[in-house]
């Protein structure tokens, strides 16, 4: 595996891929359209701890609200009260500066498990009209919710899947297995350099783990073979890019990944393969893919022949910018180089 990096690290990669806070991002949303709708100063949806009587977790929160989310807590009478009765609840401040408060339930198949609540200042307290909005957006964040628990299941059959692939890299072929780890690290510091977010960075790594895949149905006469490969062969050989996306495919949440390693053949001047897609219409991901896998397979020995020196591989990259290669990539790894060699 890549430096610092076990196979928890890569089942992280694909645990953040797959539930990569879509969920959270929603419930927030919903937490901040309550607290404006309802003119409170904070919001917080709260869940009970399974397993642990009057423990509720913050899973998401807005303006006041927000500096709980993550946290565990125990319920105080007020919200305890509404989650053992079920009932919607307003109550005025208990003491002069205290905030007014309003808690509504989260039901899920007539079991209640969590609460919508609202602050605010005494003077904005809160009534019948507000504890109906948030009754509503209550209902909906149960939805998001109940998405949120159909990804983890999910994620549980997405584990076992990305592991059984990178042991199956890693037993048929032990050069593909330190190629790829390679091409993980420079594709992220690319991607880093590019200011890439950290969800599409997720997406690279794997890609980058994951883009020799389809070499694991090439035959071994091919695949090891100390000679050039003839017309035949190469034919053969250039079918591993739509069969690594097709395996990918396969796996829950993954398809985004599929895509990318589908394309790190493609070339800029859109003579690549399978598709033949031409400059940004190839994504991002698969060129910084193809960028940094070109220059690893030119740094390492090979079967048929020796590793070149890496100034002599920066040149040959430079020499395919802008036909074979995004050009504006080529001076970025060059820069990422010297300063790990400094």
């Known amino acids: 595996m890549v430096e610092g990096q076990t196979d928890a690290g890569v089942v992280q990669l694909a645990d953040s891929v797959v539930g990569s806070g879509y969920a959270s991002i929603v419930l927030n949303r919903l937490a901040r359209q309550a607290g404006e709708l309802v003119n ?73 498990y969590g609460a919508l609540t609202a602050g605010a200042p005494a003077r904005r307290g809160f009534g019948d009209h507000e504890l109906a909005v948030l009754s509503q957006i209550a209902v909906l964040a149960d939805a998001a919710v109940a998405h949120a628990e159909q990804r983890s299941e999910v994620l549980s059959r997405t584990r076992a899947r990305v592991l059984s692939l990178v042991d199956a890299i890693d037993e048929r072929d032990g050069y593909t297995a330190a190629h790829s780890e390679t091409v993980v690290q420079l594709s992220r510091a690319l991607g880093e350099r590019l200011s890439l977010s950290a969800a599409d960075l997720l997406e690279l790594e794997l890609a980058a783990l994951f883009h020799d895949l389809g070499k694991l149905v090439i035959p071994d006469e091919i695949l090891n073979k100390p000679a050039a490969l003839d017309a035949e062969e190469q034919v053969i050989m250039r079918h591993h890019a739509e069969w690594g996306a097709e395996m990918l495919g396969n796996v829950p949440g993954l398809q985004p990944i599929a895509t990318i390693v589908r394309c790190h053949h493609e070339r800029w001047d859109g003579s690549g393969y399978p598709s033949r897609l031409a400059g940004k219409r190839i994504p991002i991901a698969s060129r910084l893919v193809a960028v940094c896998d070109a220059y690893d397979a030119m740094t390492t020995d090979r079967c048929y022949r020796k590793a070149l020196p890496q100034e002599r591989a920066l040149a040959e990259l430079r020499a395919g910018a802008g036909s074979q290669f995004d050009p504006g990539l080529i001076e970025l790894l060059q820069d990422i180089l010297n300063e790990s060699a400094a």
């Open 40 to 112: 409170a100063d904070g919001t917080c949806l709260v869940v009970r701890e399974q397993g642990i009587s009057g423990a509720t977790i913050a899973v998401a929160g807005w303006g006041r609200g927000a500096d709980i989310v993550g946290d565990r807590f125990v319920e105080d009478d007020y919200l305890a009260a509404v989650l053992h009765s079920g009932d919607p609840a307003c109550a005025d401040p208990p003491r002069v500066g205290a905030r007014a408060r309003a808690a509504v339930p989260i039901h899920r198949d007539g079991e209640l």
